[in-house]
């Protein structure tokens, strides 16, 4: 049974670009959370995706956006580039019981460096 | 923002000793649930405590709670290298947020 997988692992490039990161939850799995980890610093929630719909926000702004699949995967995109977004994106799967959700799962996550 | 905060921020040790780390939250929590990260990568969930619950096992690992307090503590037993990592502590909200809100992290170093 594999677990949750990112896209890619690494990737680098320049303020002002756009990125797309990917994520395949864990088989069963129906709602995916997205963190951003700065060097140093515990994981911060950024959105959560549940029957491809965004459910939760974190403190984060508009160019950060995402979407869920009906295969229930997910990307993040991030437009417009920042130096300070330079960080370790993590992706959280989950399963939803009832007005609940198990624990969450966590990628391996993608590393971005902005130049 | 960061709701918890591990303390010690790093801590090493001898192989076999025991750590302890110790994390404090803000505001009330559905559960509090603690995480392994290796260099950089992936976290690993290690356990999740409920806050009706005082203290949990699984293996080597013994997490104590708090809520009068707001803090946890996890307790490595005959701590092997490969425990080395950072170890945080994730906060679950009351009210359905669902969002895990995290600390800094403690670093801890087990030295053969």
């Known amino acids: 049974d594999a677990g949750v997988t990112q896209s890619p692992t690494h990737l680098i490039k320049t303020r002002g670009q756009q990125v797309t990161l990917r994520c395949s939850p864990k088989s069963g799995h129906d709602t995916v959370s997205w963190y951003q980890q700065a060097l140093g610093q515990g994981p911060q929630f950024i959105f959560q995706?549940?029957?491809?719909?965004?459910?939760q926000r974190g403190n984060f702004p508009d160019r950060f956006s995402g979407h869920q699949f009906p295969n229930y995967s997910s990307e993040l995109n991030v437009n417009a580039l920042l130096l300070g977004d330079s960080a370790l994106y993590l992706c959280?799967?989950?399963?939803?019981?009832?007005?609940?959700?198990?624990?969450?799962?966590f990628g391996p996550g993608t590393r971005l460096l902005v130049l | 923002s960061q709701q918890g905060e591990e303390d010690p921020q790093a801590l090493s040790i001898q192989e076999g000793e025991n750590a302890t780390m110790n994390c404090s939250y803000k505001t009330s929590i559905n559960n509090l649930q603690w995480y392994r990260q290796n260099s950089g990568r992936g976290l690993v969930h290690l356990i999740l405590?409920?806050?009706?619950?005082r203290e949990k096992h699984s293996g080597r690992l013994r997490v104590t709670l708090d809520t009068s307090k707001k803090s946890s503590s996890l307790l490595i037993t005959a701590s092997r290298a490969a425990d080395t990592a950072s170890y945080f502590c994730?906060?679950?909200?009351?009210?359905?947020?669902?969002?895990?809100?995290f600390g800094k992290g403690t670093k801890l170093t087990v030295n053969p």
């Open positions: 405590i409920r806050s009706n619950e």
């Open positions: 959280a799967s989950s399963r939803r019981v009832g007005a609940s959700l198990e624990t969450q799962y």
């Open positions: 995706y549940y029957e491809e719909e965004e459910r």
């Open positions: 994730a906060t679950d909200p009351p009210g359905g947020s669902e969002k895990l809100v």
